[in-house]
């Protein structure tokens, strides 16, 4: 039986399962992409839970492609045990499973925070000093490349969600990148070392930017009044309902972050150099 990767997502204990014919050549590559989030710490309400379980599997041509959770996990004579859920997550490709395989554990590792983080759809990371801005953005709006680029000069911490305790420490998530590549038709899991992104640090958040990339101009950060920031956070949020008092939190942290606005950019390398200035100035 070839060997689990064992990751931490968001603070939560995940095993990734290799299965099927091909398990070696998966493990190889879910061990590559994931090698950031090995051994990094567990929140304190998920180090005492069973790990969640991912099993992945690279299919021969013919099979159905699968993505299936086994509400009761079993055990391995074959008998029901309910300490958690089992997803099977099968492809025909190696890319399109590495791809598949993030989307699972996202989803999974954000479902096992709900009540407990706010969380964002979006990019974090930090400087030197360990202040932390997280990029919040829907999908295809530019928060990888601004992370692939940022990352080479300030800690990579997440490219997809971000995740924070409730005195804005920092969750990290440094999963693989997912890079867009238009003439596959598909996004390519890129491990962060291939980047060269810098590694996870300690940080606190002390900034809340919207994402607005342009065809043209310079970059340039714009005050966006109260109650157009809420509804922007809030439709980029994960699990907000399921915290107390959603809103006002929301409110009450736009408001005391020293760093808040939306970015308007069209290249990542002039939005980089005005981010950085800016953080500067944080306290």
């Known amino acids: 039986m070839t060997e689990a990767v064992d990751i931490t997502a968001l603070g939560v204990p995940v095993r990734l399962e290799p299965v099927g014919p091909y398990a070696d050549e998966v493990r190889a590559a879910l061990a590559r992409a994931w090698s950031r989030c090995v051994g990094l710490p567990l929140l304190p309400w998920a180090a005492v839970r069973d790990p969640l379980v991912i099993r992945a599997e690279l299919l021969d041509e013919g099979a ?15 008998e029901s045990a309910l300490a958690g859920e089992v997803s099977h997550v099968g492809r025909h490709r190696l890319d399109s ?26 990019a974090v990371l930090a400087d030197g000093a360990g202040r932390a801005i ?14 692939a680029e940022l990352g080479q000069q300030w800690h990579y911490l997440s490219d997809e969600t971000a995740a924070f305790m409730d005195d804005g420490t920092v969750v990290p998530y440094p999963k693989p ?26 940080a606190r958040l002390v900034g809340l930017v919207l994402l ?29 309902v399921d915290l107390p008092g959603p809103l006002r939190r929301l409110a009450a942290l736009w408001a005391a972050l020293p760093v808040t606005g939306r970015l308007e950019y069209a290249e990542a390398r002039d939005a980089v150099r005005l981010v950085r200035d800016v953080a500067s100035l944080a306290t």
Do not use: W, Y
């Open 97 to 122: 499973l590495l791809t598949a395989v993030t989307h699972e554990v996202t989803v999974r590792a954000i479902d096992a925070n709900r009540g407990c983080l706010l969380m964002f759809h979006a």
């Open 64 to 78: 159905d492609e699968r993505d299936d959770t086994v509400h009761a996990r079993l055990t391995r004579s074959g």
């Open 177 to 202: 990148l997912s890079m867009s590549r238009p003439a596959v038709g598909l996004k390519l899991e890129t491990p962060a070392d291939d980047l060269g992104l810098l590694g996870v640090a300690p």
């Open 134 to 147: 997280a990029f919040i953005a829907r999908s295809g709006t530019g928060k990888t490349t601004l992370t």
């Open 212 to 240: 607005d990339r342009r065809a043209s101009g310079p970059a340039r950060l714009v005050d966006v009044p109260a109650p157009q920031a809420l509804v922007a956070l809030a439709a980029e949020s994960s699990g907000l």
